[in-house]
Protein backbone atom coordinates (compact mmCIF):
# COMPACT_ATOMS: atom_id res chain seq x y z
CA UNK A 1 0.00 0.00 0.00
CA UNK A 2 1.08 3.39 -0.60
CA UNK A 3 0.94 5.36 2.69
CA UNK A 4 3.11 6.30 6.12
CA UNK A 5 1.35 3.30 7.87
CA UNK A 6 2.19 0.47 9.29
CA UNK A 7 0.24 -3.30 10.65
CA UNK A 8 1.35 -3.92 14.01
CA UNK A 9 0.25 -7.33 16.00
CA UNK A 10 1.64 -8.78 19.43
CA UNK A 11 4.85 -10.10 19.67
CA UNK A 12 4.66 -13.85 19.54
CA UNK A 13 1.64 -13.96 17.06
CA UNK A 14 3.72 -14.35 13.83
CA UNK A 15 6.96 -14.89 12.37
CA UNK A 16 7.60 -10.91 12.44
CA UNK A 17 9.97 -8.11 12.44
CA UNK A 18 10.71 -5.96 15.75
CA UNK A 19 10.54 -2.24 15.30
CA UNK A 20 11.30 0.52 17.83
CA UNK A 21 9.13 3.81 17.39
CA UNK A 22 10.12 6.49 19.36
CA UNK A 23 6.86 8.90 20.23
CA UNK A 24 6.74 12.49 20.32
CA UNK A 25 6.32 12.40 23.69
CA UNK A 26 10.07 10.37 23.49
CA UNK A 27 8.54 7.20 24.77
CA UNK A 28 10.07 4.21 23.27
CA UNK A 29 7.62 1.63 21.72
CA UNK A 30 8.68 -1.69 20.64
CA UNK A 31 5.71 -3.15 18.33
CA UNK A 32 5.54 -6.33 15.87
CA UNK A 33 5.56 -5.84 12.05
CA UNK A 34 3.06 -8.18 10.96
CA UNK A 35 4.22 -10.37 7.83
CA UNK A 36 3.01 -9.96 4.76
CA UNK A 37 1.20 -13.77 4.62
CA UNK A 38 -0.95 -12.19 8.03
CA UNK A 39 -1.57 -8.97 6.24
CA UNK A 40 -2.95 -10.61 2.96
CA UNK A 41 -4.98 -12.97 4.75
CA UNK A 42 -6.93 -9.45 6.43
CA UNK A 43 -6.77 -8.23 2.93
CA UNK A 44 -8.23 -11.60 1.64
CA UNK A 45 -11.13 -11.61 4.71
CA UNK A 46 -11.97 -7.62 4.44
CA UNK A 47 -12.33 -7.98 0.79
CA UNK A 48 -14.85 -11.44 0.50
CA UNK A 49 -16.93 -8.83 3.27
CA UNK A 50 -16.56 -6.49 0.27
CA UNK A 51 -17.31 -8.33 -2.69
CA UNK A 52 -19.96 -10.62 -0.57
CA UNK A 53 -22.30 -7.79 0.28
CA UNK A 54 -22.24 -6.61 -3.33
CA UNK A 55 -23.11 -10.00 -4.76
CA UNK A 56 -26.00 -10.42 -1.87
CA UNK A 57 -27.00 -6.67 -3.52
CA UNK A 58 -26.70 -8.12 -6.82
CA UNK A 59 -28.49 -11.24 -6.12
CA UNK A 60 -31.41 -9.66 -4.14
CA UNK A 61 -31.70 -7.32 -7.58
CA UNK A 62 -31.92 -10.34 -9.42
CA UNK A 63 -33.92 -12.70 -7.39
CA UNK A 64 -36.50 -9.18 -7.15
CA UNK A 65 -36.46 -9.91 -11.04
CA UNK A 66 -35.53 -6.26 -10.81
CA UNK A 67 -34.38 -5.93 -14.83
CA UNK A 68 -34.70 -2.12 -14.71
CA UNK A 69 -31.47 -0.22 -15.60
CA UNK A 70 -31.71 2.36 -12.70
CA UNK A 71 -32.02 -0.51 -9.94
CA UNK A 72 -29.06 -1.33 -11.52
CA UNK A 73 -27.28 1.61 -11.14
CA UNK A 74 -28.81 1.84 -7.33
CA UNK A 75 -26.40 -1.82 -7.60
CA UNK A 76 -23.50 -0.29 -8.77
CA UNK A 77 -24.16 2.79 -6.43
CA UNK A 78 -24.14 0.74 -3.65
CA UNK A 79 -21.03 -1.52 -4.72
CA UNK A 80 -18.90 1.32 -5.41
CA UNK A 81 -19.84 2.66 -1.63
CA UNK A 82 -19.14 -0.85 -0.22
CA UNK A 83 -15.56 -0.71 -1.57
CA UNK A 84 -15.25 2.84 -0.99
CA UNK A 85 -16.27 3.34 2.73
CA UNK A 86 -15.41 -0.42 3.93
CA UNK A 87 -12.37 0.56 4.91
CA UNK A 88 -12.54 4.02 6.15
CA UNK A 89 -14.88 3.29 8.40
CA UNK A 90 -13.72 0.04 10.08
CA UNK A 91 -10.27 1.78 10.58
CA UNK A 92 -11.58 4.93 11.81
CA UNK A 93 -14.11 3.17 14.41
CA UNK A 94 -12.33 0.27 15.47
CA UNK A 95 -8.94 1.96 15.94
CA UNK A 96 -6.62 1.13 12.78
CA UNK A 97 -8.91 -2.33 12.71
CA UNK A 98 -10.79 -3.53 9.62
CA UNK A 99 -13.01 -7.02 10.71
CA UNK A 100 -10.39 -8.90 8.68
CA UNK A 101 -7.64 -7.68 11.23
CA UNK A 102 -9.32 -7.69 14.07
CA UNK A 103 -9.76 -11.51 13.49
CA UNK A 104 -6.08 -12.00 12.84
CA UNK A 105 -4.68 -10.09 15.49
CA UNK A 106 -3.57 -7.04 13.41
CA UNK A 107 -3.99 -3.06 12.79
CA UNK A 108 -2.67 -0.27 11.70
CA UNK A 109 -0.36 2.44 13.02
CA UNK A 110 0.82 5.58 12.28
CA UNK A 111 4.80 5.31 11.56
CA UNK A 112 5.02 7.32 15.06
CA UNK A 113 3.04 4.36 17.01
CA UNK A 114 -0.21 7.00 17.58
CA UNK A 115 -3.82 5.92 16.12
CA UNK A 116 -4.07 6.85 12.43
CA UNK A 117 -5.12 10.12 11.94
CA UNK A 118 -8.44 10.66 9.56
CA UNK A 119 -6.34 12.15 6.95
CA UNK A 120 -3.81 9.21 6.76
CA UNK A 121 -6.82 6.96 6.91
CA UNK A 122 -8.80 8.73 3.64
CA UNK A 123 -5.16 8.72 2.29
CA UNK A 124 -4.36 5.26 2.64
CA UNK A 125 -7.64 4.18 1.62
CA UNK A 126 -8.06 6.38 -1.84
CA UNK A 127 -4.45 4.98 -2.75
CA UNK A 128 -5.95 1.37 -2.45
CA UNK A 129 -8.81 2.48 -4.87
CA UNK A 130 -6.61 3.55 -7.71
CA UNK A 131 -4.01 0.71 -7.27
CA UNK A 132 -6.40 -1.28 -6.46
CA UNK A 133 -10.27 -1.64 -7.39
CA UNK A 134 -10.35 0.99 -10.35
CA UNK A 135 -8.30 -1.30 -12.24
CA UNK A 136 -10.33 -4.99 -11.37
CA UNK A 137 -13.56 -2.99 -11.97
CA UNK A 138 -12.18 -2.08 -15.52
CA UNK A 139 -10.96 -5.15 -16.08
CA UNK A 140 -14.15 -7.00 -15.41
CA UNK A 141 -16.41 -4.41 -16.76
CA UNK A 142 -15.25 -4.63 -19.93
CA UNK A 143 -16.12 -8.09 -21.00
CA UNK A 144 -15.21 -9.23 -24.60
CA UNK A 145 -12.28 -6.08 -24.51
CA UNK A 146 -8.93 -5.63 -25.70
CA UNK A 147 -6.71 -8.64 -24.31
CA UNK A 148 -3.68 -6.43 -24.54
CA UNK A 149 -5.34 -3.91 -22.13
CA UNK A 150 -6.43 -7.01 -19.84
CA UNK A 151 -3.03 -7.88 -19.54
CA UNK A 152 -1.51 -4.36 -18.83
CA UNK A 153 -4.78 -4.07 -16.15
CA UNK A 154 -3.72 -7.06 -14.50
CA UNK A 155 0.52 -6.31 -14.56
CA UNK A 156 -0.64 -2.94 -12.70
CA UNK A 157 -2.32 -4.82 -10.56
CA UNK A 158 0.16 -7.37 -9.49
CA UNK A 159 2.76 -4.71 -9.29
CA UNK A 160 1.28 -2.64 -6.46
CA UNK A 161 0.55 -5.64 -4.70
CA UNK A 162 4.25 -6.97 -5.01
CA UNK A 163 4.91 -3.78 -3.29
CA UNK A 164 5.05 -4.87 0.02
CA UNK A 165 7.02 -7.94 -0.50
CA UNK A 166 10.19 -6.06 -1.96
CA UNK A 167 9.44 -2.85 1.19
CA UNK A 168 11.28 -3.19 3.77
CA UNK A 169 8.54 -2.48 5.99
CA UNK A 170 5.80 -4.33 3.90
CA UNK A 171 4.39 -1.18 3.15
Do not use: H
Not at 27 to 33: A, G, I, K, W, Y
Not at 64 to 89: C, H, I, K, Q, T
Amino acid sequence: QASEDQQSTPPGKSQSKQRDIITPEGVRLTVTVADYSTRMAAALIDSLFVVGSIIVVALLAIFADMRNEVVWSYVGLFSFLARVLYFPWFELILNGRTPGKRSLGIRVIGRNGAPLTAAAVLARNLAREIEMWLPLTFLFLQGDGEPLAALLTMAWVLCFAAIPLFSAERM
